[in-house]
């Protein structure tokens, strides 16, 4: 079955201790994405990836960071979490960034809390 | 600013009956105009994707038009049944280079038996 899977689904945490979301698509998209969803906002971009080993920031990057060493996988990493970082997070795919058409496809979201 | 505004915030209807959904968008370049439907704890399902010289777009129950010259879509639901309780997203896709979307805030719709 073609989908984006995301781990963990729910994790809690305390400030400063690092921790990493796995994202990987089995569809061979060039294209990933890590969004926030905060209530009361649109999902907004944090990172995305055009294509392996080519990265840039969304419009929230401070405090993630991210990598894509091969096409499937785009971790999320967050070396020194905060508070302010609780939300619910989503990484999307899609087959290629540059056509216009193209459909992006959301993993099932990872709901973090840091304390 | 780019921005994609949505009304209202909520509804509620009731089973069988139709509703509309508005979306304003203020993204330049515009590149298309996508619906998503956004069940509970789950990610956002594409409804449809449509471009500047698409005027109405339909999937099932749910039609989806788009006026260019005024920036507006609307997503239009018929027959609403209790599945279609969800938060539905208009996000517009700006440029043409690299899939950045501008998402709204979502409009939460609950339909009651």
Do not use: I
């Given at each position: 079955e073609a989908q984006v899977t995301q781990n963990p689904r729910y994790l809690i945490t305390v400030t400063g201790k690092k921790l990493t979301v796995t994202c990987s698509q089995n569809?061979?998209?060039e294209y990933m994405s890590w969004y926030r969803q905060d209530p009361g906002l649109g999902l907004r971009q944090i990172y995305y990836s055009m294509n392996v080993e080519v990265t840039d920031k969304g419009d929230v990057p401070e405090g993630y960071k991210v990598s894509r060493k091969e096409k499937r996988n785009f971790p999320l990493i967050l070396e020194s979490p905060s508070p302010n970082q609780t939300s619910l997070y989503f990484c999307a795919s899609s087959?290629?960034?540059?056509?216009?058409y193209n459909e992006q496809f959301f993993g099932p979201g990872t709901r973090l809390t840091v304390l | 600013k780019n921005q994609v505004e949505q009304s209202p915030q909520s509804l509620i209807i009731l089973e069988g009956k139709n509703c509309t959904l508005q979306c304003n968008y203020t993204v330049s370049p515009f590149s298309n105009l996508r619906w998503y439907k956004q069940d509970t704890g789950r990610g956002p399902v594409s409804l449809t994707i449509m471009t500047f010289s698409e005027n109405t777009k339909s999937n099932g129950r749910y039609t989806a038009t788009l006026d260019a010259d005024t920036k507006q879509s609307s997503l239009h639901i018929t027959?609403?049944?209790?599945?279609?309780?969800a938060s539905y997203i208009c996000v517009v896709r700006e440029?043409?280079?690299?899939d950045k979307l501008i998402f709204g805030t979502g409009t939460r719709l609950q339909v009651f038996p």
């Open positions: 569809m061979n998209h087959l290629f960034g540059s056509v216009s | 027959a609403s049944q209790l599945s279609d309780s440029g043409d280079n690299t």
